[in-house]
């Protein structure tokens, strides 16, 4: 049961949605960051185990940014 829990913690979403320094500059549009993630999304098959937990939990992949939520939407 522990090491699902760590499991979880270790390739935490939000570290890729907010503190990735590649992910998170990319989605700003940042030349060289897009690069770089262009070719980790080739190499790893869809992105590091941070991205992928990502694109489990919003179903977006981790070059994409979040849907904006409008306020017409319940």
Known sequence: ???????????????????????????????????????????TFGGCPWGRARQRKHGIRPNEPLPTKNADES
Do not use: S, Y
């Not at 590649?22 to 549009?29: F, I, K, L, S, W």
């Open 1 to 43: 049961m522990a090491d699902d829990h760590q499991k979880r913690t270790l390739f935490d979403p939000e570290f890729c949605e907010k503190r990735c320094p590649v992910c998170t500059r990319a989605r700003q549009g940042n030349r060289l960051a897009r690069l770089l993630m262009a070719i980790e999304m080739v190499v």
